[in-house]
């Protein structure tokens, strides 16, 4: 299972494009036919979790030569399945900071906003369950 936190401009839209996408914890692994949740990222205007989805096309992006440290990119198409029946973005994850409680809502903190930028990234079974719960 994955997640994203990508620029949105319209969350209600049956599928989603998005170009050269970073990847980070276990992202670059996504492939088409994997479930993703998507979040708009508040950094771009948008309001955190707002849709579930199941990828129709991953393409990785291949790298520059001559950069020697340089994180992995893939391009997705995403169906959009559901839409969120309720919020959960920045401000509802901030109290979660003990890295090692093994909650949910602590994973997404750490690996959304610890490093505020958008990014693809792999999720555990538990944490899934939980945002299934949003919708």
């Known amino acids: 299972m994955f997640a994203i936190k990508a620029a ?3 969350p209600s839209a049956g599928s989603f494009v998005l170009a050269g996408q970073k990847t980070m914890y276990g992202g670059k692994n996504i ?8 979040f708009a ?4 205007g948008g309001t955190g979790l ?7 096309a991953a393409e990785s992006i291949a790298r520059s030569p001559g950069i020697a440290r340089q994180t992995p990119r893939v391009s997705l198409t995403i169906r959009r ?8 973005g920045r401000s509802a994850l901030r109290p979660f900071t003990d890295w090692t ?10 690996k959304f906003y610890r490093q ?5 990234v792999g999720i555990s079974e538990r944490t899934a369950a939980f945002l299934d719960g949003f919708f």
């Open 41 to 44: 990222s508040e950094n771009e």
């Open 50 to 56: 707002v849709a579930r989805g199941i990828v129709t």
């Open 81 to 88: 399945m559901a839409l969120a029946k309720r919020p959960l």
């Open 8 to 10: 949105i401009d319209d």
């Open 116 to 120: 505020a930028t958008n990014k693809i």
């Open 101 to 110: 409680d093994g909650r949910p809502e602590t994973e997404l903190n750490f």
């Open 31 to 38: 492939a088409a036919g994997d479930t993703i949740f998507v």
